[in-house]
Every structure is written in C-alpha cells, then in structure tokens.
C-alpha cells in the first residue's frame, strides 16, 4: 500500500498571523456596549472578533444588516436574542451558531450580562448599514 502526499501550495506573501489571548487587540466597533476583540484572521481576508459586553444589552441594535457574504455567529458564553427580517426571532445559548446570509436585516435584541459571542464575517467585513425594519414602507 502506498500514500500520496498532497502539498498545497502557499499563497505567494501569505503567512500566519497569531494573535495572543495574553495580549488581546481591542477596535472600536458597532456598537459602544460591545467590546470587540480583533483575532488573527481580521488582519486578512476575513473578520473575526470576539464580542464581550459587561453589562449586557441595554437597548436593542436597531435593525441593520452587514456588508459582507456571510456572517457566522456562535455563542460563547451567555445568551442573545435576534429579531431577523423574515419575521423569526432566535434566542441563542452557549454553544448555539448561525449563519446569516450578508445583506440579512437582523436586531440584536437583547442579551446577558455575561455575553460572549464569537462572529466571523466572509470576506471581511466592510460595512454596517441601519436600515428600516422589514415590512415598513417609507415611500409614504
């Protein structure tokens, strides 16, 4: 029996980028009650963050949805409530995920005091919009 090595070849300028929990990146982020740790991927083609808050939600996001292709969620620690445009709410727990599509109006509605919540965004994030909830005509 033989095996075959398979090497990928490394994107010409590519390399690893560590990001020590022992020396966290802050950024200013979306919102003034999240904190926002930056991770390794945030500085390539990708946005990973940590999100913490130490007094939980205190109001609700206001409805806004994210530029970018995918935005994966998982929480960490806590719990998180979420209004999404197609009329569901979710409540999420410690170790629950989701994925919404870029471009999906959602609002954070509210959520623990011990809040975690790790979030990846593909590509990397470029934008948050606000908008105006879903169903409301402002044509009037």
């Given at each position: 029996m033989t095996t075959e090595t398979v090497k990928t070849p490394l994107a010409s300028g590519r390399k690893a980028i560590f990001s020590p929990a022992s020396s966290p990146i802050y950024a200013p982020g979306r919102r003034d009650?999240?904190?926002y740790r930056q991770l390794a991927a945030s500085e390539g083609e990708m946005t990973a963050q940590v999100m913490t808050t130490n007094a939980g939600l205190t109001e609700p996001t206001g409805w806004?949805?994210?530029?970018c292709e995918s935005q994966f969620i998982y929480v960490l620690k806590g719990t998180l409530d979420l209004d999404?445009?197609?009329g569901s709410s979710v409540h999420m727990v410690a170790g629950d995920s989701?994925?919404?599509p870029g471009g999906m109006k959602h609002n954070e509605t509210s959520t623990s005091t011990d809040f975690e919540l790790l979030e990846v965004m593909l590509p990397k994030l470029e934008g948050t919009v606000p908008c105006d909830p879903p169903g409301s005509d402002q044509s009037k």
């Amino acid at each position: 029996m033989t095996t075959e090595t398979v090497k990928t070849p490394l994107a010409s300028g590519r390399k690893a980028i560590f990001s020590p929990a022992s020396s966290p990146i802050y950024a200013p982020g979306r919102r003034d009650f999240f904190k926002y740790r930056q991770l390794a991927a945030s500085e390539g083609e990708m946005t990973a963050q940590v999100m913490t808050t130490n007094a939980g939600l205190t109001e609700p996001t206001g409805w806004h949805y994210h530029i970018c292709e995918s935005q994966f969620i998982y929480v960490l620690k806590g719990t998180l409530d979420l209004d999404l445009e197609d009329g569901s709410s979710v409540h999420m727990v410690a170790g629950d995920s989701l994925l919404l599509p870029g471009g999906m109006k959602h609002n954070e509605t509210s959520t623990s005091t011990d809040f975690e919540l790790l979030e990846v965004m593909l590509p990397k994030l470029e934008g948050t919009v606000p908008c105006d909830p879903p169903g409301s005509d402002q044509s009037k």
